[in-house]
């Protein structure tokens, strides 16, 4: 890239930076630049939920799912001491539901189809990646509406959320989770085939690492574990009540707390904020690699599915109480048992989901 569109294309963000801290105040600006470093890594050394999965089901590459198992462990290891000993902080606690096991299962064979997840959606978005534009807008209403209708799934039956760091403790918690996923990472490494048909090298292994420390500033700066989803079923809720629609009534969105974010400014949310931020770190590293606006074939059904996927991806994550982001990685990381349970149930569906991909006509 010449250097003046480089420069250029810093010198907007800088200026975009400055805009969220007047509007938003300085912890929104620091959470912009969490997100796009977030966005940064996810870009940078293509670290992908969806891609690390399906390399292990087709290929048996266990390395796109030890690096997600590096980045949990490590971001665990700090955040559930960190909560216990600062209250003031939340983890990502869920309830055990029926919603939990349907959404959960669902989602995981939709991002397969869709070959992306909540954050692999957004950054493909700023890589100018032309089908997640397909997806996105549906995810987007899909949220909102997964959210709407929540109520009514939890009535097929729910359990309170069980926090492993409150049931056993702190350090307890962490050495389970750790053993765990020592256990699966050697199941996993005695069943390859091959470590490197998706990544080449160690680079994933450092995207690990700081992926872990940027969702560990995010806890640190918003006060709650980084996630996606509610992000983009907030915009979707602004979206339908802009048009007119009254959500006053409904028993999620009529919640005062999301009245008040549905009404109020879009960069208070850190949710939102962080998005936003992935967004343009991804961009910035497309443009910067040369891997900006890739070149995309895809049939009428492709795009079809690819757009349904999106939908059906926002509909169920809100039923299983977010995506990989907001489930998998923050619920492990912080300590929620329901996060395991997300694990499972996804990636039980991704089996569905690559069979399904394969039916469509994707090669990988």
């Known amino acids: 890239m010449k250097w003046g569109i480089r420069v250029s294309l810093w010198l907007a963000t800088l200026v975009a930076w400055l805009a969220v801290v007047y509007f938003a105040g300085v912890r929104q600006g620091l959470?912009?630049?969490?997100g796009i470093g977030l966005g940064a890594v996810l870009m940078g050394f293509g670290f992908g939920f969806t891609t690390g999965w399906r390399a292990w089901i087709l290929d048996r590459d266990p390395k796109g799912l030890l690096a997600q198992f590096v980045t949990i462990g490590l971001t665990m290891l700090v955040?559930?001491?960190?909560?216990?000993a600062h209250p003031e902080l939340s983890a990502a606690n869920a309830p055990l539901s029926v919603s939990l096991l349907i959404g959960a299962f669902i989602f995981g064979a939709a991002m397969q189809v869709a070959d992306g997840c909540g954050s692999g959606t957004l950054f493909k978005v700023g890589q100018g990646h032309i089908v997640a534009y397909a997806v996105l807008p549906g995810f987007i209403f899909g949220s909102f509406l997964g959210a709407a209708h929540l109520d009514v799934w939890l009535q097929l039956g729910s359990?309170?959320?069980?926090?492993?760091?409150?049931?056993?403790?702190?350090w307890p918690t962490v050495v389970l989770q750790a053993a765990i996923f020592m256990g699966l990472a050697l199941l996993l490494w005695r069943k390859q085939q091959g470590t490197e048909t998706r990544w080449r090298g160690k680079g994933v292994y450092l995207g690990a690492v700081l992926l872990a420390g940027f969702a560990l500033l995010n806890l640190i700066v918003a006060g709650q574990p980084w996630g996606i989803v509610y992000g983009l079923g907030l915009w979707g809720a602004?979206?339908?009540s802009a048009a007119g629609w009254d959500l006053s009534a409904n028993a999620f969105w009529g919640r005062e707390a999301q009245?008040?974010?549905?009404h109020g400014a879009m960069l208070d949310d850190v949710t939102t904020i962080t998005n936003l931020g992935l967004l343009v770190g991804a961009f910035l590293v497309a443009q910067h690699k040369g891997k900006a606006c890739p070149a995309v074939k895809a049939s009428g059904r492709q795009w079809l599915a690819a757009a349904l996927a999106g939908l059906i991806l926002g509909y169920s994550a809100r039923l299983a109480f977010g995506c990989n982001v907001g489930a998998y990685f923050s619920g492990i990381a912080t300590g929620s048992l329901h996060g395991w349970v997300w694990f499972a149930a996804a990636f039980a569906g991704s089996y569905l989901g690559v069979r399904l991909r394969q039916r469509l006509g994707y090669t990988r």
Not at 259 to 262: E, G, P, S
């Open 31 to 34: 959470l912009f630049l969490v």
């Open 79 to 84: 955040a559930i001491p960190l909560i216990a």
């Open 159 to 170: 359990l309170a959320p069980v926090s492993l760091p409150s049931l056993l403790g702190a």
């Open 238 to 240: 602004k979206l339908v």
């Open 259 to 262: 009245q008040t974010q549905i």
